[in-house]
């Protein structure tokens, strides 16, 4: 019941309730002006609610609809903290035009780890390196889109400025890092590419898994290696925020590209959402916002795709099982 019907109860209880100053008998403007304020400060503070306890905003039931959570992953591209900065935000402006959504990124420490959140059946949603995108076609994922730029999809051989080595047969006897065994542009195509210049990879060198592209790259650095693998992604974003590290090395050898990173959905995610999701990923070029998200990743947009898109993965994989060592 408001309390506006009782007001001038309100306002005599107020005014017996006040304590009133000595000599407030007499007839003092300035006692009554101070009487008068008390009593209004008395009324606003019964008549209105109290802000902060009356407006708590939520994010979530959006629209007034059911609001599902659906868990996206995201490959080691990066170290968790800096996939977080990247990806957390580009999820955060598709959710905001899915009211019926909500997006959790989730990232994992390495590619291990990846990859059992990804054969059984975790995520929702999921941005796998396209040798994972092929396999993941086996646990019931469809291939819905995939990173665009597929000439960034190779694999890069960096060495110290100060080592030395000019050619392939110099890393004999050395040993070379890379983030994992199952990167396939990190790890698979640089292992390809030494294997048909002159290295037997499984004889001639070390191979040492470190985890990630940027633990990848600081082991050159550091000179803990004589080479390192990695991809032109981590790479550049390396050299942005280190400049004078990313200086003291050298890209010696670029391999051949395959189809960037793909994007998968779980069979029973329901196809509208997908439908959704990837409309508001295809699209994040076309403004101004979206366009900076993009940069950062660093890729020009996403863009559809299917599971015919990766047939030629399918044939490198089968290649490089031939010629190198087995997939894992």
């Known amino acids: 019941m408001s309390i506006l019907r009782h007001l001038p109860w309100v306002i005599c209880f107020c005014l017996l309730a006040m304590p009133w100053p000595a000599g407030a008998q007499q007839a003092d403007p300035s006692v009554e002006a101070t009487v008068i304020g008390k009593v209004f400060d008395k009324l606003k503070s019964l008549i209105e609610p109290d802000v902060e306890q009356a407006y708590k905003p939520t994010f979530g039931a959006r629209s ?189 050898w670029r391999t051949q590209s395959l189809q960037n990173n793909g994007w998968v959905a779980r069979d029973d995610v329901d196809d509208e959402l997908v439908n959704a999701f990837a409309a508001a990923l295809f699209s994040l070029q076309d403004t101004e916002p979206g366009r900076k998200l993009l940069a950062a990743v660093p890729v020009s947009r996403f863009e559809a795709a299917d599971a015919k898109t990766y047939a030629p993965v399918e044939a490198f994989l089968q290649q490089f099982a031939a010629t190198v060592r087995r997939p894992e």
């Open 64 to 252: 007034g609809l059911p609001v599902k959570e659906y868990i996206v992953g995201i490959h080691p591209l990066h170290n968790p903290k800096r996939l977080f900065e990247i990806y957390g935000p580009i999820l955060e402006l598709i959710g905001g035009r899915i009211p019926q959504a909500e997006f959790k990124l989730e990232a994992s420490r390495n590619y291990e780890e990846f990859d059992k959140k990804l054969y059984s059946r975790h995520f929702d949603l999921a941005m796998p390196n396209p040798y994972q995108t092929v396999n993941a076609l086996q646990y019931g994922y469809r291939v819905f889109g995939k990173m665009a730029d597929d000439q960034d999809f190779c694999g890069i051989i960096l060495v110290r400025k100060d080592s030395g080595i000019r050619e392939v047969a110099d890393l004999k006897g050395k040993a070379v890092a890379y983030p994992a065994k199952t990167a396939l542009a990190a790890t698979m195509l640089p292992q390809y590419y030494l294997q048909t210049h002159g290295i037997d990879v499984n004889t001639d060198i070390e191979n040492l898994y470190v985890g990630s592209q940027e633990s990848s790259i600081m082991n050159v650095l550091l000179g803990k290696t004589a080479a390192a693998a990695t991809w032109p992604v981590p790479w550049k974003s390396f050299a942005a925020k280190h400049p004078e590290q990313a200086g003291q090395l050298d890209v010696k």
